[in-house]
DNA sequence: GTCTATAACGGGATAGAC
DNA sequence: GTCTATCCCGTTATAGAC
């Protein structure tokens, strides 16, 4: 069984799917390594022995943590680009759904893929990085075509890269309490990035 | 004595640098956690004991990386921002600067910066947050006298942070063994800023 | 499917000799 | 300033009862 197939049923087992929301949480607070089994038992009730009957090793959970987390968010862009109607709603979409998703729903798991990718095995890094580039090629395609109407500049690629940059930073600053909501930050940094 | 002042006088105590610079590449490559005290006594020729006698404490050891990596950047990026002679130069200052020392120079230590954060207790976090408000300000300056000059966008503060996070994600991607030059790419990183 | 108990190991830090 | 020896503790993972 794969990477994707644990994740994209979600209804399957469902204290795997509630033991993976833990350990976001919790690597991301804590870290992967500081995080003891011990911890992670305790965030949904279990001795951390039982936990080796749902996975085998603690890496396993840290790989089920981030698939989860690129996985939903590559699903809710498709989704929403899919209901767009122009390039220039499409390049909106990239950025409310990626900060919607990084500061809002799925902000543990994610997190967790941009600092702890050190902690992945070898063996392991294939099927996420996968993932990762199934997420970035919607962005290509669609910053593609934003270049091509005009909207952005025609330097795509580092576009890209730069773009992404941008909006995982954002988890380092960005505070919910302040006075700017989600969407607004995400139509001042589109802002930012259009020739008007 | 302060994180500072620790260093600022690099002369001071060459094993204590030695140890200092082995440790931010260990770090960087395996993680602040995964990184065993015997780790960085091999890396310098010490048995694992005797690196108390130079610091307390292992965290102690990742506090001067990081202030070493911020503060070398910090240094770099004043005196270059003081040759400058317009506006246009001190931005280009920005990007050059930043990526030289991210991508070579200062590479691990700043990467330790930005990906062990965590792992610093609170007690020693001020001190450092001093040293990046320090390095965020000379940025802030230089950007808003390039948005007086119309060289780039109002929204200065919200551009310094973009900018920081699309430079500090070229570390993810950016191969030296590619057709990319820093200082091209820098200058590309430039462009796709500028209002031309 | 979960618990208890424990194996097997490696971690940071200290003490005292040199 | 460095080494050796070691303390003490927490870690992941397993085995077998229930």
Redesign the pocket.
């Known amino acids: 069984m794969s990477v994707q197939d644990k994740n994209n049923q979600p209804e399957e ?1 469902s ?1 795997r799917m509630e033991l993976v929301r833990a350990a976001a949480k919790l690597f991301r607070d804590q870290g992967y390594e ?6 992670l ?1 305790n965030a949904v ?10 996975f ?4 396993e959970i840290l790989v089920a943590v981030m698939a989860l987390g690129i996985s939903a968010t590559t699903e809710q862009l498709g989704a929403t680009i899919a209901r767009a109607r122009n390039p220039r709603d499409k390049l909106s979409a990239l950025f409310h759904v990626h900060l919607s998703s990084l500061l809002g729903d799925n902000q543990a798991a994610l997190e967790v893929m941009l600092y702890e990718w050190r902690s992945v095995s070898a063996a392991a890094k294939p099927g996420l990085i996968v993932l990762r580039d199934r997420y970035e090629a919607l962005w290509q395609e669609v910053l593609d075509e934003a270049a091509a109407a005009g909207l952005v500049k025609q330097d795509t690629r580092l576009l890209r890269r730069t773009l992404l940059g941008s909006l995982h930073w954002s988890v380092q600053w960005y505070k919910s309490e302040g006075e700017l909501s989600v969407d607004e930050l995400a139509e001042r940094m589109l802002a930012l990035v259009l020739l008007k």
């Open positions: 087992n204290r500081r995080t003891t089994v011990r911890d038992g009730g279990l001795q951390s022995g039982s936990l080796f009957y749902h085998r090793t603690k890496e």
